[in-house]
């Protein structure tokens, strides 16, 4: 079971190194579902002493005050010999044989964090330490409890101690080692109060008594030992710490401990309860203990891992990759992105994605319905008729048929029709755009760089502009080449006027009757109709080729050439990211990792059981 206890032992050293303590942050954390044990007592309770105790070495701060101020991970493993040592997680790979060094560091290190004030912070100090004389064994040493803050110390101390406290016992992994000095009335012990609000049923908290032999003569702790003055779902354990003169006379731990066992084996009153007292007994206990539950958590926390690591990855593929450093690899992954919104883009054309569909509806309905509301009968009106074939004769009648006068009324009709054709290439025009803005959200890298976003957008809009003039001018030469060369062949059809006109001896505005009149134009308005039934066929041709085909062709083509005339500075301005998004990359990756080692380490364990 040792490697099970290591097992924690390592996630955890792994989780302070990637930034994870169990706070309450956007990232999952992985300290809250690790078993532990957690030591919680009000100052002057005797928390350092037990501590020191269990393992057998001078180590801790002392004095007056809030002496502990950042959480302490004290990771024990037992060594079969060799001379005891001690190593930081903050200092790696430096060995420290000499505790009271041990004490000066934790000091420093707690200074490096809070400055030299008297403030408290939540990042924890691992400390391991590695001895013959120690169970495996794992230990989170809290701040102390206080009711009043001291000089120099803020009025929220008092809370912030108790919320930091709080947040650690109250996460359903954590095992609560409340410590109460004997010499004291239970009721008022701020370890049980505390862990009574997070455990009110005593399931995951062990009790501690300690300075049993400082309790006033005809009074005992029996009553709280046995279990019957306040009930827990554990035993309580009792323990006889030195005194501050022993600690004044540096009596060496080892010593302390055959007197601690010495005590309770002589005493009247503890004597029965001899067997399961002492800071020995309580350390296996809690070896004991951690490494049950340790074991019962492993299949649960292989199921998160896993879950949590899907998830992570998931994430950090919606956030794309990390910028290149180098002017090649950013101009390459440029090109890369501009691939990648190019193919959306061609997609939404294609069918493949939504949106193109939208251009036939232009053709299909929009171009037809605009056609049809051409006023061809109004711009044939028997008045109007009239009046342009008279114009067109000038002085001198037509013989047979009035051709110059045709003409006219063909050309003045056909021209209406440039209004319909140049709505059409603006209207798939609207849509071309609205697809560059639909591909560039579905670009997911392009979420990443706003100003190569911008660059991409506007190159593409600036790109359909060109092709929406190309298309104008090709569309509206086919209207112009209408009006330019009529189809000879369909007049050669009509039925012929044998008639002359008037009578020459009547006003030129008299010369023709109303019937001629009417079929002149009836004979324009047919062929009118002819050429809008094929340009209703020729406008969509000429649109797609210079628009739609283009654009699937060379959207950014003029894009591409000048981004490879910028220089590594323009194109870092590019790929610019937003600052929140490479810090969660940078945390996700982190947190990943961790969770990835954590894996490992798990699955490692698992299978050799």
């Given at each position: 079971m040792e490697s099970l206890i290591s097992l924690v032992n390592?996630?955890?050293?792994?989780?302070?190194?990637?930034?994870?303590?169990g706070e309450e942050s956007a990232l999952p954390t992985l300290w809250d579902s690790l078993p532990s044990i957690a030591v919680v007592g009000g100052q002057s309770s005797g928390k350092s002493s037990v501590l020191e105790s269990v393992v057998g070495k001078d180590f801790l701060p002392r004095g007056s005050g809030i002496v502990t101020r950042r959480p302490l991970v004290l990771q024990l493993h037992r060594i079969d010999e060799g001379r005891e040592y001690a190593e930081f997680l903050h200092l790696p790979r430096k060995k420290f044989t000499d505790f009271a060094l041990v004490r000066k560091e934790i000091?420093?290190?707690?200074?490096?964090?809070?400055?030299?004030?008297?403030?408290?912070?939540?990042?924890?100090?691992?400390?391991?330490?590695?001895?013959?004389?120690?169970?495996?064994?794992?230990?989170?040493?809290?701040?102390?409890?206080?009711?009043?803050?001291?000089?120099?110390?803020p009025d929220s101390i008092v809370?912030?101690?108790?919320?930091?406290?709080?947040?650690?016992?109250?996460?359903?992994?954590?095992?609560?080692?409340?410590?109460?000095?004997?010499?004291q009335d239970l009721a008022t012990s701020?370890?049980?109060?505390?862990?009574?609000?997070?455990?009110?049923?005593?399931?995951?908290?062990?009790?501690?008594?300690?300075?049993?032999?400082?309790?006033?003569?005809?009074?005992?702790?029996?009553?709280?030992?046995?279990g019957k003055a306040y009930r827990l779902q554990y035993p309580w354990f009792g323990v006889v710490n030195r005194s501050q003169a022993d600690i004044n006379k540096n009596v060496d731990m080892i010593a302390a401990r055959r007197r601690e066992r010495e005590y309770f084996a002589s005493s009247p009153d503890y004597k029965h309860l001899a067997h399961r007292m002492g800071s020995e007994y309580l350390g296996k206990m809690l070896s004991k203990h951690l490494e049950t539950v340790i074991k019962s958590r492993i299949p649960g926390l292989q199921s998160l891992v896993s879950k949590t690591i899907a998830e992570l990855e998931a994430e950090?593929?919606?956030?794309?990759?990390?910028?290149?450093?180098?002017?090649?690899?950013?101009?390459?992954?440029?090109?890369?992105?501009?691939?990648?919104?190019?193919?959306?883009?061609?997609?939404?054309?294609?069918g493949v994605r939504p949106g193109g569909d939208k251009i036939y509806n232009v053709f299909d309905n929009q171009l037809p319905?605009?056609?049809?509301?051409?006023?061809?009968?109004?711009?044939l009106s028997m008045e109007n008729v009239k009046k342009l074939i008279t114009e067109a004769d000038g002085y001198q009648p037509h013989l047979i048929a009035p051709e110059q006068g045709y003409r006219r009324l063909i050309e003045s009709s056909l021209v209406s029709i440039r209004g319909p054709a140049e709505a059409s290439v603006d209207a798939v025009h609207a849509i071309l755009k609205e697809l560059v803005s639909k591909a560039i959200r579905e670009t997911v890298e392009l979420r990443q760089y706003p100003s190569l976003r911008v660059e991409v957008g506007n190159a593409a809009i600036e790109s359909l502009e060109r092709m929406r003039e190309e298309s104008r001018k090709a569309t509206l030469k086919l209207v112009d080449m209408e009006c330019s060369y009529l189809t000879v062949d369909f007049f050669r059809k009509l039925p012929q006027d044998v008639e002359k006109?008037?009578?020459?001896?009547?006003?030129?505005?008299?010369?023709?009757?109303?019937?001629?009149?009417?079929?002149?134009?009836?004979?324009?308005?047919?062929?009118?109709?002819?050429v809008c039934s094929s340009l209703r066929n020729s406008i969509p041709k000429s649109i797609v080729y210079c628009q739609v085909r283009e654009a699937k062709r060379s959207l950014?083509?003029?894009?591409?050439?000048?981004?490879?005339?910028?220089?590594?500075?323009?194109?870092?301005?590019?790929?610019?990211?937003?600052?929140?998004?490479?810090?969660?990359?940078?945390?996700?990756?982190?947190?990943?990792?961790?969770?990835?080692?954590?894996?490992?380490?798990?699955?490692?364990?698992?299978?050799?059981?």
């Open positions: 390592r996630i955890q050293r792994a989780c302070t190194a990637l930034g994870d303590y000091q420093d290190e707690t200074d490096r964090e809070t400055g030299r004030s008297k403030q408290i912070s939540s990042v924890p100090i691992h400390l391991s330490i590695y001895s013959p004389n120690v169970v495996n064994l794992t230990l989170i040493d809290l701040p102390g409890l206080t009711k009043v803050a001291v000089e120099g110390q809370a912030d101690i108790e919320n930091m406290v709080r947040s650690y016992i109250e996460k359903p992994n954590c095992i609560i080692l409340a410590i109460s000095p004997a010499n701020d370890a049980i109060k505390i862990a009574r609000e997070v455990d009110p049923k005593g399931e995951r908290t062990f009790g501690v008594l300690t300075k049993i032999d400082l309790m006033d003569k005809g009074t005992d702790a029996v009553e709280i030992l046995e950090l593929s919606r956030l794309g990759k990390p910028v290149a450093t180098d002017a090649g690899g950013k101009l390459y992954m440029i090109m890369e992105i501009c691939r990648g919104f190019d193919q959306i883009y061609k997609e939404h054309l294609d319905a605009a056609l049809k509301r051409l006023q061809f009968d109004k711009q006109g008037g009578n020459p001896t009547h006003s030129i505005f008299d010369r023709y009757n109303d019937s001629y009149l009417r079929r002149v134009g009836t004979n324009v308005l047919a062929y009118v109709n002819m950014l083509d003029h894009f591409f050439t000048e981004i490879g005339k910028k220089e590594a500075k323009e194109l870092s301005n590019l790929l610019n990211e937003d600052p929140a998004i490479m810090e969660r990359r940078v945390a996700l990756t982190k947190r990943l990792e961790l969770y990835r080692n954590a894996q490992t380490e798990i699955d490692s364990v698992a299978w050799s059981k």
